[in-house]
C-alpha cells in the first residue's frame, strides 16, 4: 500500500508541475501583448498604402541615388522575378487562404502567432491590391538603384521572421529522455 500510495504523491507532483508550467506559459504569452502586433499591423499598413500614392503621384526618378524614394512597378514576383498573371493569381489565393485559415485556427491558440499572422496578411493584402489595382506591385524604396521594396514586403518578410523565432521548439531527443 506504501508503493502505490508513494507512485499517486509521484504523479499528483508531476500534474502540479506540469500545471505550474502550462500557466507560466500562458502568463508569458499573455505578457507579450498581442495587441500590439495587431497595432502595428494597421499602421504599416496604412503607412504603406500612403507611401505607396504618394509614390504615384511623385512618378520615377531618372536618376536614383544609393537610396530614393522613386515609383517603381514590379510586375513579377520577389526579386521581379516574372510569373504570368494565369500562374500568379491562383498561387496568391491558394497562399493567402492558407495564411487566412492558420489566423483563424491562432486566434483561440496563440494570440501572439496570430497577430504576427495579421501582419503578414495585411502586407500581403497591401501588394495583392496593387496588383488587381495597377497589374503591378507598388515599389517606392529604391536601393543602389536596382533593388525596390515597399513597407508591406517588410511586414511580409518580418511577419515571416517571427514566426519562425517564435514558433514552439520541439524538445531534443535527450531532453525526452531525461
Known amino acids: 500500500m506504501t508503493a502505490a500510495h508513494g507512485d499517486l504523491r509521484a504523479a499528483e507532483m508531476e500534474f502540479r508541475t506540469q500545471t505550474l508550467a502550462k500557466e507560466e506559459q500562458r502568463t508569458i504569452k499573455e505578457r507579450q501583448r498581442p495587441w500590439l502586433w495587431y497595432a502595428a499591423a494597421v499602421l504599416c499598413f496604412v503607412l504603406d498604402r500612403f507611401l505607396k500614392e504618394l509614390a504615384l503621384a511623385r512618378g520615377t526618378d531618372e536618376h536614383p541615388g544609393a537610396f530614393s524614394f522613386s515609383l517603381f512597378r514590379n510586375q513579377g514576383i520577389a526579386f521581379s522575378l516574372p510569373l504570368p498573371p494565369n500562374v500568379y493569381w491562383p498561387a496568391a489565393i491558394v497562399i493567402f487562404a492558407l495564411l487566412f485559415v492558420f489566423f ?28 488587381y489595382l495597377y497589374a503591378a506591385t507598388i515599389d517606392y524604396l529604391i536601393f543602389f538603384g536596382r533593388s525596390a521594396v515597399n513597407v508591406a514586403d517588410g511586414m511580409i518578410v518580418f511577419g515571416l521572421a517571427s514566426l519562425y523565432f517564435t514558433s514552439p521548439k520541439k524538445p531534443s531527443a535527450d531532453a525526452m529522455k531525461q
Open 104 to 131: 483563424v485556427r491562432s486566434l483561440s491558440r496563440d494570440k501572439v502567432r496570430a497577430g504576427i499572422l495579421f501582419l503578414v496578411i495585411l502586407g500581403a493584402i497591401s501588394n495583392l491590391a496593387d496588383r
